[in-house]
């Protein structure tokens, strides 16, 4: 089979916030297994070094560093370790994200800032320090993940809505901001992924038949589901792209499914 330079992202330095697990995980395999030399953070070191070992191919680089991506000070220690050891990040994905479910009359100030901390507090600063490096050399690209919740919130998750509404917003201002200088910014929406964190919520019966019922494609999608779009907006196949969101959702923001009887109107 011919390889398509236009999709390559092979050489490239690939840094991948939340890399331990799930979608991070999954799409920082996917650039390291089509060449990409690919930086890891989270927050436990023995995670990321079970993961590093798992997803690095045989003649590439998986590199497992430590990073709370809410604690400013190990943003800027992570970016300089990057940038000593690899001379630039051509590509960032800010993936890391948490998240607590709870009616909005239960929320605490504990809980806006643990989920507005790592959701969206952290991909700024993330995204200003290798900004600053990517606008230094002319070129670079950032990926933001976002949420169906940029379309519509869910009931239950207000502070993780708000936070991924104002990263949304955020892809949008750096890529008006940055575009001139080289830099391209954009965003994925996933649907309703099936990951080991949500996989106790995926098996209550009615909450898996409605997100059938709602989404086209009549699955969950998997982590790896994501790799296509993600290695399309870091190569040139998506040079004349930047301030966008593009759902991975199998259909879900098309429209609501109701139960209509057809066979009774």
């Known amino acids: 089979m011919q390889h398509d330079e236009l999709f390559s992202v092979a050489g490239q330095v690939v840094l991948v916030s939340g890399g331990s697990r799930g979608i991070g995980r999954a799409l920082a395999e996917g650039f390291a297994r089509r060449g990409a030399a690919v930086v890891i953070t989270g927050r436990d070191a023995a995670t990321l070094e079970q993961t590093a070992r798992a997803i690095a191919p045989p003649s590439g680089t998986v590199r497992p560093i ?117 830099i391209r910014v954009n965003a994925i929406a996933p649907g309703f992924i099936l990951t080991d964190l949500t996989q106790k919520l995926w098996s209550q019966p009615a909450v898996k038949e409605w997100g059938y019922a709602n989404t086209p494609l009549r699955r969950l999608g998997q982590p790896g589901d994501l790799v296509g779009t993600a290695v399309f907006l870091a190569s040139e196949a998506s040079a004349f792209m930047t301030g966008q969101i593009l759902y991975v959702d199998g259909g879900f923001n098309c429209g609501l499914a109701w139960p209509i009887d057809y066979e009774n109107q």
């Open 66 to 182: 430590v990073c709370d991506v809410a604690d400013p000070a190990a943003i800027e220690r992570l970016v300089q370790a990057v940038i000593h050891e690899f001379g630039r990040v051509d590509t960032l994905l800010n993936v890391a994200g948490v998240n607590r479910r709870k009616p909005a009359e239960r929320l605490t100030a504990d809980d806006y800032d643990f989920v507005l901390d790592i959701n969206l507090k952290g991909p700024f600063l993330l995204s200003l320090a290798v900004g600053r490096q990517m606008l230094q050399l002319g070129k670079g690209n950032q990926i933001n993940v976002v949420s169906l919740n940029n379309d519509r919130p869910l009931k239950g998750v207000m502070p993780y809505a708000m936070s991924k509404a104002a990263l949304g917003h955020m892809t949008r201002s750096l890529a008006l901001e940055w575009g001139p200088r080289g």
